[in-house]
């Protein structure tokens, strides 16, 4: 990486490298297959048994969620799956290389009755997952906490083997500790003159979620939005133009990752989801406006990068719909591409927090294709907004005069009062299993 002149730079990037990552299913599921996979690398004969305790919102994401290769839905099927055919490395693509015959034992393991999933309360942490993975006398348990692959504690035969120790962690280096003192126009500015060859790799964001879009219009997956729109568009109920490009191109990569597909997503703060809505808006217009990759890199740095930005302000879980948040970083890289400027962007946002704040996060399942593909829409139709100088106003509801407000006024909603929601949102969901 460059030493650059402005301090700011390499955390940027930092940034993006450590909060865009590709991630095989719904990262939540994965988190508890990672922890399964991992206490099972402790030991040495066949696992007999699983138990696990998982946080509130982890189970609001992995109740209603197809685990990739397997057809099934839910927690139980992620922990099996992870402790018999996970790979302990893996990170997020912990069951890219599961085998079939793995999951043959794992779906026996769940018919035996041997995988039991429980909530965990109370738990302090919004992303919590704890991991018992028994082998006849043998057991191991690993617990993740914070973040989706931070392992917190290891346990072998009841003895700890490892215990992250919280005081000697060094925070002040964080990129997002960085990021947090930073401001949309600074990022707004690196976007446009970092050097193309520091930020080449973004592209790979491109080639993953596009390959999961293509993939979605096959109509195999999920509620098909993306191909169902695409066939409706060829009956002439919609139009050919590039608002509904983006909205069925966008939508498909969501059906695709929701439905189970083994593809992996280019994830942005730990959400695939949250990586498809920033990725691939962007990608339509750098098509269509016929962007070199040197632009479309720079397009996405921006997207993902306030997509990373505003995300940074929130619960890494909450009921607030972060596909919304996510395509508030595609309507800055659009608005980039279609020779907006700072303002352009700020003005988009705007608009888009006056429009879309309000959907809830019901948990991870194959609807979520649907909040991603109206998030998506309010930020095609704010960028054009802006492009004409019409925006949401400060004089109207939570936005405000100043953009970094506008995003402050959002992000304390869902910090404080929407609490409340989710734990509305999480009881409704339970009385269901």
């Not at 399964?36 to 030991?43: K, M, N, S, V, Y």
């Not at 099927?77 to 990170?91: E, Y």
Request: glycine share 8%; with cysteine; hydrophobic share 45%.
């Amino acid at each position: 990486m460059s030493e650059f002149t402005n301090p700011l730079w390499n955390p940027f990037i930092r940034a993006v490298r450590a909060e865009v990552k590709p991630a095989l299913g719904c990262t939540e599921p994965i988190s508890l297959a990672l922890a399964c996979a991992i206490a099972a690398g402790q030991l040495t004969k066949p696992v007999t048994h699983i138990e696990a305790w998982v946080s509130p919102n982890l189970m609001k994401n992995g109740l209603g969620v197809t685990v990739p290769g397997t057809g099934m839905v839910g927690l139980p099927v992620a922990a099996a799956l992870g402790a018999l055919g996970g790979n302990p490395q893996g990170g997020l693509e912990v069951l890219k290389e599961a085998s079939a015959e793995a999951l043959t034992r794992a779906k026996a393991l769940l018919d035996a009755g041997k995988v039991q999933i429980n909530l965990q309360v109370p738990c302090d942490e919004i992303l919590y997952s704890r991991a018992c993975v028994y082998a006849e006398d043998e057991s191991a348990s690993v617990t993740i906490a914070g973040e989706h692959t931070r392992v917190i504690e290891i346990t072998c035969g009841g003895k700890t083997c490892f215990h992250r120790n919280e005081k000697v962690e060094h925070h002040d280096d964080d990129p997002l500790t960085v990021l947090s003192t930073a401001t949309l126009s600074q990022i707004f500015e690196f976007a446009g003159h970092v050097p193309f060859a520091d930020i080449r790799f973004i592209l790979e964001a491109a080639r993953l979620n596009d390959a999961l879009s293509r993939e979605g219009l096959s109509g195999k997956w999920g509620l098909h939005i993306g191909a169902t729109l695409q066939k409706q568009r060829e009956r002439g109920w919609m139009a050919q133009d590039l608002a509904s490009e983006i909205v069925i191109r966008t939508s498909a990569a969501s059906d695709a990752r929701m439905g189970g597909a083994t593809l992996p997503a280019m994830s942005n703060s730990g959400s695939g989801n949250q990586g498809i809505a920033a990725t691939m808006p962007v990608v339509v217009v750098a098509e269509y406006v016929q962007a070199d990759e040197n632009m479309l890199a720079r397009a996405l740095m921006l997207s993902h990068l306030v997509a990373i930005y505003i995300h940074n302000q929130l619960p890494r879980l909450s009921a607030l719909c972060a596909a919304t948040t996510a395509a508030m970083g595609a309507a800055a890289g659009m608005a980039w591409l279609m020779g907006g400027n700072y303002q352009t962007m700020a003005m988009a946002i705007g608009s888009m927090i006056g429009d879309v704040s309000g959907i809830i996060c019901d948990g991870a399942a194959n609807s979520c294709a649907m909040k991603v593909s109206t998030s998506v829409s309010s930020a095609w139709k704010a960028v054009m907004m802006a492009l004409e100088e019409s925006a949401v106003t400060g004089n109207e509801g939570i936005v405000a005069q100043d953009v970094e407000q506008s995003i402050a006024n959002l992000c304390a909603l869902a910090c404080r009062s929407m609490q409340a929601t989710d734990k509305q949102i999480i009881e409704i969901m339970m009385s269901k299993v």
